[in-house]
């Protein structure tokens, strides 16, 4: 399964941003998705996750301002950003795991928080 990441841009602070990312496979209800982000000179963190089931995972720095969501039928999973902060500013990738084995990254989608 490829994943494809869109979405990303520049923002003002305080913005909002939608990130996509599209699965070129089927997503199963075992597959868990997960958006993370890489600022320069940073680790990879985990912004958020969501299960088959629909339960979800926030990073702190998150909560209250990202949504995390999937459309099984679209093989999509979005990130809604809200309230964006400079320190949001990051390469953003989709993750596809099935059973707790990563089986793939997208390539990047670059969000930029900045005035």
């Known amino acids: 399964v490829q994943l494809l990441e869109s979405g990303g841009g520049l923002v003002q602070p305080g913005g909002s941003l939608r990130l996509s990312c599209a699965a070129s496979g089927i997503l199963f209800s075992i597959d868990v998705m997960g958006w993370y982000r890489q600022a320069p000179g940073k680790q990879r963190e985990l912004v958020a996750n969501?299960?088959?089931?629909?339960?979800?995972n926030y990073a702190d720095s998150v909560k209250g301002r990202f949504t995390i969501s999937r459309d099984n039928a679209k093989n999509t999973v979005y990130l809604q950003m809200n309230s964006l902060k400079p320190e949001d500013t990051a390469s953003y990738y989709c993750?596809?795991?099935?059973?707790?084995?990563?089986?793939?990254w997208g390539q990047g989608t670059q969000v930029t928080v900045s005035s």
């Open positions: 969501i299960a088959g089931d629909g339960s979800t």
């Open positions: 993750q596809h795991t099935r059973y707790g084995i990563s089986l793939g």
